[in-house]
């Protein structure tokens, strides 16, 4: 299984990015994007579960951020708008193949490498 995000970069708050995370050698999985800032936990932000409905997000981030996959199903976005310095962390996209609950990052199988997101106020 491998997995590939991308997208990060340093943008001023109030502004937008898009991380991707793509996926190869599974098939049928949930996936999780999370972030771990300096110094904190790493933390759970956003869930897409295999059927496609009903994603999960943090109270931190909904209604800003969209979690959402292509038709192929081999790539999750992360589209972040209403960006603040808080928002700065690594974020992370990872998957599992089993029915455990999404939204809690201890699940998950199989991670990519992060990705720096930074915002600047």
């Known amino acids: 299984v491998q997995l590939q995000a991308s997208g990060g970069g340093s943008v001023q708050a109030g502004g937008s990015l898009r991380l991707s995370c793509g996926t190869s050698?599974?098939?049928?999985?949930?996936t999780v994007w999370s972030r771990q800032a300096p110094g904190k936990e790493r933390e759970f932000v956003a869930a897409?579960?295999?059927?496609?409905?009903?994603?999960r997000y943090s109270y931190s981030v909904k209604g800003r951020f969209t979690i959402s996959r292509n038709s192929a199903k081999d790539t999750v976005w992360l589209q972040m708008n209403s960006l603040k310095p808080e928002d700065t962390a690594v974020y992370y996209c990872?998957?599992?193949?089993?029915?455990?609950?999404?939204?809690?990052?201890?699940?998950?199988?199989?991670w990519g490498q992060g990705t720096l997101v930074t915002v600047s106020s």
């Open positions: 050698g599974v098939s049928v999985y949930d």
């Open positions: 990872a998957v599992k193949t089993d029915s455990s609950s999404i939204d809690r990052i201890s699940n998950y199988q199989y």
């Open positions: 897409m579960p295999w059927r496609g409905d009903r994603p």
